[in-house]
């Protein structure tokens, strides 16, 4: 018994010092970062690189963000984590910097502070934006609603609503890029990945006074407060298939995600509107630019190859608004779906394709006929409208806008305008109580 004894207490005492040396590595992998301006201390695991653990939340090329905790736990923030090993990346993060003070809106995501300093293992300079932690993208939205096998009867009598509520949250991130369009610049990258959703139902001031106490620094040359968005390729937990669970958004139900906030985020790719192509070595710099920051799905004819002479402006934005409201509707942009039938269940869903150049400036995809609502029709007239080939002829933010609020304003007339017998069709002794006064 005492070798046994002697031989048990030998494999505890090893299995101590490994749990001992694993929690000593674990609480060296995160740092401590100070937001000396707000006096803010934040928790973050900087060696995760694993989704599935839900630190690591999106990923680019000079940066990464991870999931932060206030020091005593109580709130959760997402930390973008920028390298500045170039005075490439130094002047990115600067002119970003830059786009942050310029812009405030509603439906813009805030920076709340930043904060540099220098990284142990690269030994380079890093800056820390941080921001308010939102549970999904709009990526999220469409992938647990529109594309989801029974998305067709869970709305069932409910299309009218749902449109409503769609051209609603389409209203509000048009108004978010129209802040930007009217200063003269662009965002370039236009996408349900670059569009948060707030799921709280919590103003953002009532969120940072949870435990900032005072507000970000405004920029020496603005009035207006500091916003900003992860810059990269962002995560969607819908997406990889199986962190739908991890974030909760698998018991989001469809209204919870209608009454959703969008908030446009990733203002690091946002540059001066207008750009006059005038030789050939400009129109290639555009072309390598917009390859670089735009997705091809959401990108605008003419980025691909701006012809010579033409001054480019704020419409290019408009084209990847156009393929959004699409994919707001249908579940992806026009140039990476077509429509196919599924003859045996009867129904018609999107697949995804491959998009190309030659796929941009092909025609919108249509659903057939015998498919298609009045929401459909309605949703194809107004896209079509939006996604004019000719820059020149496309319309204005302001255009959209006035015609999208047009088309809410006759969905509110219709959806008030209800049957007089509706309410009598509801009851049953409603009902018995009409066939026994004709019967007298």
């Known amino acids: 018994m005492s070798v046994i004894s002697w031989f048990l207490h030998g494999i505890r005492s090893v299995c101590e010092a490994l749990s ?19 006096g803010l201390k934040v928790e973050c695991n900087e060696r995760a690189t694993d989704a599935l653990s839900g630190d690591v939340l999106g990923e680019g090329a000079f940066s990464t963000v991870i999931r932060g905790y206030e020091n005593s736990g109580r709130q959760a923030y997402a930390v ?13 993060y600067r002119e970003e910097v830059a786009a942050f003070g310029r812009f405030s809106h509603p439906n813009i995501i805030r920076l709340i502070a930043y904060q540099e300093d220098i990284d142990s293992v690269r030994k380079c300079r890093v800056s820390y934006l941080l921001f308010r932690l939102m549970r999904a993208s709009l990526r999220d939205q469409l992938n647990n609603t529109v594309l989801t096998s029974n998305w067709s009867s869970v709305c069932r009598g409910t299309s009218l609503r749902r449109l409503q509520r769609m051209l609603q949250q389409f209203l509000d991130i048009c ?46 040359d603005s009035d207006v ?15 990889d298939g199986d962190l739908s669970s991890l974030y909760g958004l698998d018991k989001v139900s469809g209204l919870d995600w209608a009454e959703g906030k969008l908030l446009l985020t990733d203002l690091g790719s946002v540059r001066p509107a207008k750009i006059h192509i005038s030789s050939r070595a400009v129109s290639l710099r555009v072309a390598d630019e917009a390859a670089s920051f735009c997705t091809i799905s959401y990108r605008a004819p003419e980025l691909f190859d701006p012809p010579n002479g033409v001054t480019l402006d704020s419409r290019t934005d408009v084209w990847g608004l156009g393929c959004l409201l699409f994919a707001m509707h249908y579940g992806y942009s026009p140039f990476e779906c077509e429509f196919s039938i599924d003859e045996r269940a009867g129904t018609c869903r999107t697949r995804v394709v491959e998009c190309s150049y030659s796929r941009v400036l092909s025609k919108i995809p249509k659903k057939p006929d015998n498919f298609c609502t009045p929401e459909d029709n309605r949703v194809a007239s107004l896209v079509e409208w939006v996604l004019e080939p000719d820059f020149n002829a496309r319309p204005h933010t302001a255009d959209v806008l006035q015609r999208v609020q047009h088309e809410l304003d006759i969905l509110k007339s219709l959806s008030t305008c209800r049957n007089p017998f509706e309410g009598i069709k509801s009851s049953k002794y409603a009902i018995m109580c009409v066939f026994f006064m004709l019967y007298i």
Not at 20 to 38: C, H
Not at 81 to 92: G, P, V, Y
């Open 20 to 38: 001992q040396l694993l929690l000593r590595g674990g609480s060296r992998s995160r740092n401590i970062i100070v937001f000396r301006e707000i």
């Open 80 to 92: 973008k984590k920028i390298f500045l090993q170039s005075e490439e990346f130094e002047r990115a």
């Open 175 to 220: 108004q978010a890029f129209q802040v930007l369009h009217q200063a003269d610049y662009v965002h370039q990258d236009v996408k349900p990945e670059n569009i948060l959703i707030d799921l709280s139902r919590q103003s953002e001031e009532e969120d940072v006074s949870l435990s900032v106490g005072k507000r970000v620094r405004r920029s020496a």
């Open 225 to 239: 407060e500091m916003a900003t968005g992860s810059k990269g390729r962002t995560r969607s937990p819908t997406a």
